[in-house]
């Protein structure tokens, strides 16, 4: 399985992006996918995940502003965010919890 993350970018306070990931591989739809994120200077956490039956669950730091979903005929993981904050500046790294298996990672900065 091969995760190709998308949808980073450059928002102000307040605004929305929506992340992509892109599994290759059937393996998909038999895993839970998550989201992580990594600031500078800080360690990795955990941001979101999605089982295959669609329970979700969320950090903390972001339960009622990110949503996660999953389409399973097009293997694509996605996460909603809105009300961004600059705290949640970092790049979002696309995860596969079987393995596990780690995208490359896009960048999201929140900056006026």
């Known amino acids: 399985v091969q995760l190709q993350a998308s949808g980073g970018g450059l928002v102000q306070p307040g605004g929305s992006l929506r992340l992509s990931c892109v599994a290759s591989?059937?393996?998909?739809?038999?895993?839970?996918m998550g989201w992580y994120r990594q600031a500078p200077g800080n360690q990795r956490e955990f941001v979101a995940s999605i089982a295959i039956d669609d329970t979700t669950k969320y950090a903390e730091s972001v339960e009622g502003r990110f949503t996660i979903s999953r389409d399973n005929a097009k293997s694509t993981v996605n996460l909603q965010m809105n009300g961004l904050k600059p705290d949640d500046t970092a790049v979002y790294y696309c995860?596969?919890?079987?393995?596990?298996?780690w995208g490359q990672g896009t960048q999201v900065t929140v900056s006026s």
């Open positions: 995860v596969s919890f079987v393995g596990p298996i």
């Open positions: 591989g059937s393996i998909f739809r038999f895993n839970t």
